[in-house]
């Protein structure tokens, strides 16, 4: 049994732009599809799509992204708030991370929101992850 899916699925991330995969395989959870959809409207994946599989087990396919020299768009992705240890923060300290070149995204009670959006919407939460 997994107990923490989201840093599953930033690892899976993560491994697969170091070998310069296309695509990946995350397994599937509401959290982690809330956390693909900030990082495809930030532009850090292409695409993702949620496939059924055998048993009523549901994946997710992430298309990844690169740049001109085939790096990948994502520089670093961290887990921040952990099964052992959450993480919260307040609207007013999600201004800023990485002087606006990166994103944290929050789980809040207006979902998954990346910290420009839970500022404009004055609405803290807990922390799942950044990325630059």
Known sequence: ??????ADAITRLRNAALRKLEVTTLLHSGTVIGVLTVLE??????SFKVIDGENNKKTIKVTLKYDENEKSVINEITRVS???????????????FKNGYGTI??????????ND????SNVGGEV?????
């Open 82 to 96: 952990k099964p052992g240890r959450r993480v919260y923060k307040a609207a007013s300290e999600l201004k800023h």
């Open 117 to 120: 959006e839970a500022f404009a």
């Open 1 to 6: 049994m997994m107990n923490d899916m989201i």
């Open 128 to 132: 799942l992850c950044t990325v630059w």
């Open 105 to 114: 995204i929050v789980s809040s009670n207006k979902g998954v929101v990346a």
């Open 41 to 46: 409207s930030k532009g850090y994946i292409t």
